[in-house]
């Protein structure tokens, strides 16, 4: 399996997210049960009802090989995600700083670098601001990135100034 990242600007991208995230449904299998006018209106729908923390960018990691036949077989989620297998939200909260937050990788492809390459395209994207996360466990993940552990034991900061 290869993959690649790529930066979200779509809305169906956005609603992709969701999907992989479990958040929702498609929007198809939405418009199906719900008589909305266009793709627009069902994803303003969709957003609303989700109450969506809208997030001002997000990175995806895409499987490149969906025609394998192993990938294929593996699992039809990765047909509904149209190949997402890992995303990463990122928000600016501050002149100097970044949050990353909800990395999330599929079960079935982790340890194969893919929230290694998400994290990459976040600290690109940052730079030169600071990127801060909260998490509890994973801290070898991302000191790995150069991020430091906080003394709350739950804050880890990348300085790249
Ligand atoms: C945490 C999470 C995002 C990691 O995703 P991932 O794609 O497996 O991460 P990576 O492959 O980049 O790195 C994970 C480990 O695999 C190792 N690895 C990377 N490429 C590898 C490869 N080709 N072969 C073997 N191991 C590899 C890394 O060294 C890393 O080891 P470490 O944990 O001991 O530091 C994923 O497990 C996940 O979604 N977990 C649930 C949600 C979560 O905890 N999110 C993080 C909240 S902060």
Same mark, same amino acid.
């Given at each position: ?14 609603? &992709? %997210?969701?999907?992989?995230?479990? /958040? ?16 627009? !209106?069902? /994803? !303003? ?8 923390? @809208? ?6 990691? %895409?499987?490149?090989?969906? @025609?394998d036949? &192993?990938?294929?077989? &593996?699992?039809?989620?990765?047909? !509904? ?7 990463? @939200? ?15 990788? @599929?079960d ?12 990459r395209?976040v ?7 600071? %990127? ?23 804050t880890?900061?990348? !300085?790249?100034?």
């Open positions: 399996m290869t993959f690649r990242t790529e930066r979200v600007t779509t809305i169906e991208r956005v609603l &992709d %997210v969701h999907i992989f995230r479990r /958040w929702s449904i498609s929007v198809d299998q939405y418009m199906s049960k719900n008589p909305i006018a266009s793709r627009k !209106e069902a /994803w !303003e729908t969709l957003t609303e009802r989700l109450r969506v923390d @809208d997030p001002s960018v997000q990175f995806v990691a %895409v499987i490149d090989d969906a @025609d036949e &192993d990938v294929r077989n &593996d699992d039809t989620r990765f047909a !509904e995600t149209h190949g997402i297998v890992g995303a990463v @939200d990122v928000t600016s909260t501050s002149d100097t700083n970044v949050y990353l937050k909800n990395l999330m990788v @599929d079935r492809v982790r340890r194969r670098g893919i929230a290694s390459a998400l994290i395209d600290i690109e994207y940052a730079s030169p601001k600071t %990127v801060v996360l909260t998490t509890e466990d994973q801290h070898s993940l991302y000191a790995f990135h150069g991020f430091q552990l906080q003394e709350d034991g739950m880890m900061v990348l !300085e790249q100034q």
